[in-house]
C-alpha cells in the first residue's frame, strides 16, 4: 500500500470528492493561488478553476455564512479555516446557522457541508494559535466533529464528511500533516462515528482522538516493555461518539485513560468518563485518570509548553498510576 | 408594471408613483397582499395577548409596502430570506395565513412544522430561506445563495432583508465585500424602520444615509420611499434588473416606519420615540396611500375595498381556526430533524 502523508491524504480526499460531484467545491483564505497555508490543496486552482477553489478576503464570518448559503440550496461546500483558532470569529455561522437550520425549518433544509481546518497546538505559537477546539463543538447538537488522527482515517472520514448531508467539522492535527502512513489509491470512506481500536491489550484502556492518538500509540509501545498490555480506543468522531467502543473496551481491562490535546474543563474526556462511570461503574479497578493541556493559556516560553501539553511521559504516568504501579 | 414602465413613472410628493400609467388588476393584487399582511399581523398581536402565541414575535405593521413591492416582482425560482421580523414577508411570498398562523401556534401544520416559531418561517418550495434570528447573521448566507446561482449559471437573485441596525454589524460588512468583490446576484434591502429596538439609526451609526454604506463595496445603491409601493417596486424592480442581467448586487435603502413596538413587550411610543412622532408617521400609512391612490383613480370602489377586507377577515379567521385545531408535534420528534440521514 503507498505510504503518504496526513497531508496528501486530505488532499487526495477532497479532490477525488471534486472529481466525484461537481457541486463540491472549496473556500476559503489562500486555498486557490497560495496552493493552501498548510499546501492541502495544492494543484487544485489548475484542475478545477476559480469557481470551485475560491480564495477568500480575511472574513471568516462572511465566507462561513457563504457555504452556509450554497449548503442550504443545494451545493456542498468545503469550508477551510487557515486554523481552528480564527472560526471563532465564524462561529455564528457553525453554530447559530448550520447546526440550527434542518431543526428550525422543520426538516426543510439539510446542510451538506463541512467545516475544516488544523486544529490544536503546534510548536510555540503561544496563547491565540495553540487550541484544541472539539470540546466547543461537540457540544452542539447538529454538528458532527471528527479528528483523524492518521492518514488513512484522514482521507476515508473527510469523504464521509464531504458525502454527509449535515454540517461536519474536520479538525485535522497543525503538527499532523507531515505524518505518513499507508493510505490504499482511490475510494474509501470511514463511517463517521465509529471508533478504530488501534491497539489491542487487555490492562488498561486509553481513549482517545485526534493528533493524540500517536502518543496513545507510542505509550502503548512503551509500555509494553514493561509486560503492560494497552487497548487504544481511537475514538475518530467526537460527535457522535462510539460510546460502545468504549464501554467494550473497559469492560475488558478495567481501567481506562483518556487522553485529549485540549483543556480539563468539559472536555471531551470529561464526557468520556461519564460514559465509563454510567455503564462500567461495577468494573472498574481503579479511577479513570484524564491527560490533558494545563488549564493556562499556551505559553510560548519552551520549557513552560512542554509543561502544558499532554505528553508521552505524563500518559504513560496515568496508565501507570491506573494500573497501581507507581 | 414592468420595472421599465415604472422607472418612466413620474415622481410626487407623499402620493403613490404610478399614477400615469396604473394597472388596476395589478394594484388590487398589491392591496390584497398588504392588506392580508395588516389584519394577518392584527389578530396575531390578539393570539399572543391570548397566550396563543409565545416568545418573541416581531409584528410587521406599517411596512408592508416593502413585503409586498419588493416579493410581487420575483419569480418563483428566485430565492428570499430575511430576519426574524418575517410573517408579512412570508405571506408576501406567497405562504398561506393557515401555514404562518399554525407556525406562530407552535403546530405542526406549520410552515416550519412548529419548530420554527414567529422568528422562524421556512418554506422549500416557495425559495423562502428562513426568518434568522441573529441580528446580521443571514446576510453572509444570502451571499452564500448568490454565489450558489453564480456557480451553476443561473439567472435567479436572491433578496435578503434585514433591518437598518444590521448595517452595523461585521457580518453585513463581510458579506457585501465579498457580494461587491465577486458580482453577486443579490438585491440587499434595508427596511430603515428608523428604530433597532429603541435605539434610533443617528444614534446608532456614524452615517445616516445608510445605502452610501454600498461605496464601499463597489456596489450600486440606492435610496426609496418605503411606504409607496410603487416606489419600492421602481427600486427593487432596477435591483433585480441589474442582479439578473448583470449579476451585479444593490444596496437598497427603504425608508419605512414600524407602527407597533419592537416585539409585544415595549410600548409602541413614550421612551425612544413621542407619540407625536409616531403620529406623524402613521399619517403615511402605506396601506392608506396606496388604497387612495386607487380610489382618486377610480379603480377601487368602497364596495370594493369593503369587500376585501371582509375576505381577508374571513381568510385570517379560517388561519387561527386552522392553526387552533393542528396538533403540536408528538413528543418523539423532540429528537427528529437534528440529523439528515445522508443518501450521497
Ligand atoms: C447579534 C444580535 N444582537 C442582538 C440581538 C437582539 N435584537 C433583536 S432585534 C434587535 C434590533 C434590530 O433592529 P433592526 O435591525 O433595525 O430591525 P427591526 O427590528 O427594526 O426590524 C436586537 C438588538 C440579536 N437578535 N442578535
Redesign the interface.
Known amino acids: 500500500m503507498p505510504v503518504i502523508t496526513y497531508r496528501d491524504a486530505l488532499g487526495d480526499a477532497i479532490r477525488e470528492e471534486m472529481r466525484r460531484?461537481d457541486r463540491v467545491?472549496l473556500m476559503g483564505e489562500e486555498v486557490a493561488v497560495y496552493n493552501g497555508a498548510y499546501k492541502v490543496s495544492k494543484g487544485f486552482l489548475q484542475e478545477f478553476g476559480e469557481?470551485?477553489v475560491v480564495d477568500?478576503?480575511i472574513?471568516e464570518?462572511?465566507?462561513?455564512?457563504?457555504?452556509?448559503?450554497?449548503?442550504?440550496?443545494?451545493?456542498r461546500?468545503v469550508i477551510e479555516f487557515m486554523t481552528w483558532n480564527f472560526a471563532l470569529l465564524a462561529i455564528?455561522?457553525v453554530v447559530?446557522?448550520a447546526a440550527k437550520?434542518?431543526?428550525?425549518?422543520?426538516?426543510?433544509?439539510?446542510?451538506?457541508m463541512v467545516f475544516r481546518g488544523p486544529n490544536g497546538a503546534a510548536l510555540q505559537l503561544a496563547a491565540q494559535h495553540s487550541q484544541a477546539w472539539e470540546s466547543w463543538l461537540a457540544h452542539i447538537?447538529?454538528l458532527?466533529v471528527v479528528a483523524p488522527g492518521t492518514p488513512y482515517d484522514a482521507k476515508g472520514l473527510l469523504k464521509s464528511a464531504i458525502?454527509?448531508?449535515?454540517p461536519v467539522c474536520v479538525l485535522e492535527g497543525e503538527m499532523l500533516y507531515n505524518t505518513k502512513g499507508e493510505v490504499p489509491e482511490g475510494d474509501y470512506t470511514i463511517p463517521l462515528g465509529k471508533a478504530d481500536l488501534k491497539r489491542e491489550g487487555d490492562h488498561c484502556t486509553i481513549v482517545t482522538h485526534g493528533k493524540m492518538v500517536l502518543v496513545a500509540m507510542q505509550a502503548a509501545d512503551q509500555l509494553a516493555k514493561d509486560g503492560i498490555r494497552v487497548d487504544v480506543v481511537d475514538l475518530r468522531t467526537v460527535r457522535p461518539i462510539d460510546v460502545d467502543a468504549i464501554v467494550t473496551s473497559v469492560k475488558k481491562t478495567n481501567r481506562a485513560v483518556v487522553l485529549e490535546e485540549g483543556w480539563e474543563l468539559c472536555g471531551v474526556g470529561a464526557q468520556v468518563v461519564d460514559y465509563v462511570q454510567r455503564e462500567c461503574f461495577d468494573l472498574l479497578d481503579a479511577p479513570v485518570v484524564r491527560v490533558h493541556q494545563a488549564d493556562v493559556p499556551m505559553p510560548y516560553t519552551k520549557s513552560l509548553e512542554k509543561a502544558a501539553k499532554p505528553d508521552l511521559p505524563k500518559t504513560i504516568a496515568a496508565v501507570r498510576k491506573v494500573m497501581y504501579l507507581d | 408594471m414592468s420595472p421599465s414602465t415604472m422607472a418612466a413613472a413620474k415622481k410626487k410628493p407623499d402620493t403613490p408613483k404610478g399614477a400615469a400609467k396604473s394597472d388596476p388588476a395589478l394594484n388590487m393584487e398589491l392591496l390584497h397582499s398588504m392588506l392580508l399582511q395588516r389584519r394577518f399581523e392584527e389578530r396575531t398581536a390578539e393570539a399572543y395577548a391570548l397566550g396563543k402565541i409565545g416568545g418573541f414575535c416581531h409584528l410587521y405593521i406599517g411596512q408592508e409596502a416593502v413585503s409586498t413591492g419588493s416579493l410581487s416582482l420575483l419569480r418563483p425560482d428566485d430565492?428570499v430570506?430575511t430576519t426574524y421580523r418575517d410573517h408579512g414577508q412570508a405571506l408576501a411570498r406567497g405562504m398561506t395565513p393557515r401555514a404562518v398562523m399554525a407556525e406562530l401556534f407552535g403546530r405542526q401544520d406549520?410552515?416550519?412544522?412548529?419548530?420554527?416559531g414567529s422568528m422562524?418561517m421556512?418554506?422549500?418550495n416557495l425559495?423562502f430561506?428562513?426568518g434568522?434570528?441573529?441580528v446580521g447573521?443571514?446576510?453572509?448566507?444570502?451571499?452564500?445563495?448568490?454565489?450558489?446561482?453564480?456557480?451553476r449559471g443561473g439567472d435567479q437573485v436572491i433578496i435578503c432583508f434585514m433591518g437598518e441596525s444590521v448595517v452595523n454589524t461585521?457580518?453585513f460588512h463581510?458579506?457585501l465585500?465579498?457580494a461587491g468583490?465577486w458580482k453577486l446576484p443579490c438585491v440587499f434591502i434595508i427596511e430603515n424602520n428608523r428604530y433597532g429596538m429603541g435605539t434610533a439609526l443617528e444614534r446608532a451609526s456614524a452615517i445616516h444615509d445608510i445605502y452610501e454604506r454600498g461605496a464601499a463595496y463597489n456596489m450600486r445603491r440606492a435610496q426609496c420611499d418605503g411606504q409607496d409601493v410603487f416606489a419600492v417596486r421602481e427600486a427593487v424592480g432596477e435591483a433585480i434588473e441589474l442582479a439578473r442581467k448583470e449579476q451585479a448586487p444593490t444596496l437598497l435603502e427603504v425608508r419605512t416606519y414600524r407602527f407597533m413596538g419592537h416585539s409585544m413587550s415595549d410600548a409602541v411610543s413614550g421612551t425612544y420615540r413621542t407619540k407625536a412622532e409616531l403620529e406623524e408617521y402613521m399619517k403615511r400609512d402605506p396601506i392608506v396611500l396606496l388604497r387612495t391612490r386607487m380610489q382618486e383613480n377610480g379603480e377601487l370602489t368602497d364596495e370594493q375595498l369593503a369587500k376585501m377586507d371582509e375576505d381577508i377577515k374571513a381568510q385570517v379567521q379560517d388561519a387561527w381556526d386552522f392553526a387552533d385545531a393542528s396538533p403540536e408535534l408528538p413528543a418523539e420528534a423532540l429528537y427528529?430533524?437534528?440529523?439528515?440521514?445522508?443518501?450521497?
Open positions: 460531484d467545491f469557481m470551485r477568500t478576503p472574513t464570518l462572511g465566507f462561513a455564512g457563504v457555504g452556509v448559503g450554497a449548503a442550504m440550496v443545494g451545493l461546500p455564528d455561522q447559530n446557522a437550520m434542518l431543526y428550525m425549518s422543520g426538516g426543510q433544509f439539510n446542510m451538506p447538537p447538529g458532527k458525502r454527509d448531508d449535515n | 430565492y430570506i406549520g410552515c416550519s412544522k412548529g419548530k420554527g422562524h421556512f418554506d422549500r425559495n430561506l428562513g434568522h434570528g441573529i447573521g443571514h446576510v453572509p448566507v444570502a451571499a452564500g445563495v448568490g454565489f450558489a446561482i453564480k456557480y461585521g457580518a463581510e458579506a465585500n465579498m468583490l427528529e430533524d437534528v440529523y439528515a440521514d445522508t443518501h450521497t
